[in-house]
C-alpha cells in the first residue's frame, strides 16, 4: 500500500484484485443489467473538469450502475473479506451490511464523467434517518476493473492544501490516478472527529477513448442498517 496523499489521506494498493476477479465482477454485473447512476444533487459547477473532449454534463453520475452483495458469488464475498481485512473490520457473513453497503459496479463510456463529490451524506437522503443520528460513510474503497485508454482517472483537486478547479487536463497539476486493471484506492472522507474531510473532495474524469469498469465498497463509522 503506498500512500498517494495526507490531505485527504488516500492510498493506492496494486493487484488488490486479480484479473480473474475483475472480469468476474464485470461479467456478473453485465449480466445483472446495469441502469443509470444516480448520486445525491449538486450545485458545483462542472467546469470544474476542464476536458478538452466533449463530456455529458449532468448533476448526476453519466454512467451505468448494478450493485452486488457480498452474497453475490464466493469470488465476490471473497473481495469483500479482503476489503474489511484492509480496514481492520471483521467480517461476519450475516452482519457484514453493518459496516458496509453493496458493492456498486460502475461502466463509464466515451465522454461520461463523475462531477465531483466527498461521498459524505446529507441529512436529505435515503439514508438521511442514519445520518442525522451520527453516522456516515466514512471511507471508499474504489475498485478499477480493467485498463482505460484515455481517461477517466480519479482526481482529487484539493489534495495537498491546493484546489486546481480543472482537474483533469493532462496539464493540471491536480492529483490523479490513473485507472488500471486490479487497482485499488482507498480514501477517507470523514475525519477522526466525524467531521467532513473537505479535502476528499473528488471525481472521476471523462472517459476519452475506451470503457471504464469500476466498483465502490462505501464502509460506514456505526451500524447503519439497524
Known sequence: MVTQSVAPRVFVIEDFLSADECDHIVHLAASRGMHRS?????????SWFGASSPVVVSDERTSTNTWLSATASNIVENVFIRAF????????????????????VLRYDVS???SQDDYFLPATTRYSRHV??????????????????????TVFPRAHSTFIENGCPNSSSAMKIQPKKGRAVLFFSMRPDGNLDQSALHGGC?????????ANLWFWDERYGK
Open 85 to 104: 481485512d484492509l480496514l481492520k473490520i471483521p467480517f461476519d457473513a450475516d452482519r457484514w451490511r453493518q459496516h458496509c453497503e453493496d458493492m456498486q
Open 206 to 214: 471523462p472517459v476519452i477513448e475506451g470503457t471504464k469498469w469500476a
Open 38 to 46: 444516480l448520486v445525491k444533487s449538486t450545485t458545483v459547477s462542472t
Open 112 to 114: 461520461q464523467e463523475y
Open 132 to 153: 442525522q443520528s451520527g453516522h456516515n460513510r466514512y471511507a471508499t474503497l474504489l475498485l478499477y476493473l480493467n485498463d482505460v485508454a484515455h481517461g477517466g482517472e
